[in-house]
């Protein structure tokens, strides 16, 4: 297990992951569209957590505090779907690199195709390794006593 991992509990509700590419783009007064890749592709990803107390909440809050804005780099597991390991549309890792792929074709392609050289295929325990989107962390205190919270992250290559 890398470290450091944020906490896994709580859990967050929901995972929204997004690829990045940069491309240049440009277009004439014609209409005609010209692109061109630049960089490589990354991932990025948002984590919503559900209403928590505060006690629930601290262990988070300590954790996210300490990676010190966007300087820190740590951890996050990525949730697989039952039975679906290496299956098209799911996460994985190589065993020699820290890097996030995608599954393209059943267990064969990776978005990005980068070929991976000495590396075996990861599937049943996924991580990305990330920082903080930006250096300011945003905490809804409910009147109800519960407190609420967003992540972003960005893949760390």
Request: aromatic share 8%; no cysteine; proline share 6%.
């Amino acid at each position: 297990m890398p470290t450091p991992l944020l906490p896994e509990s709580p859990a967050p509700s929901s995972y929204e992951i997004r690829s990045k590419t940069n491309t240049l783009r440009s277009e004439s007064l014609s209409g005609k569209i010209l692109t061109r890749k630049i960089g490589g592709q990354r991932f990025e990803m948002s984590l919503v957590y559900p209403p928590m107390q505060q006690q629930e909440f601290g262990e988070i809050i300590s954790f996210l505090n300490e990676q010190d804005g966007q300087n820190g780099i740590f951890y996050i597991r990525i949730p697989t779907l039952s039975g679906s390991e290496g299956s098209k549309g799911e996460y994985v890792n190589y065993d020699n690199h820290t890097k996030l792929y995608q599954v393209a074709s059943n267990g064969v392609d990776t978005i990005p195709d980068t070929l991976v050289a000495g590396g075996n295929v990861v599937t049943s325990t996924v991580y990305m390794r990330v920082s903080l989107a930006n250096n300011v962390q945003t905490v809804n205190y409910g009147n109800d006593g519960t407190v609420r919270i967003e992540i972003d992250v960005v893949e760390r290559i």
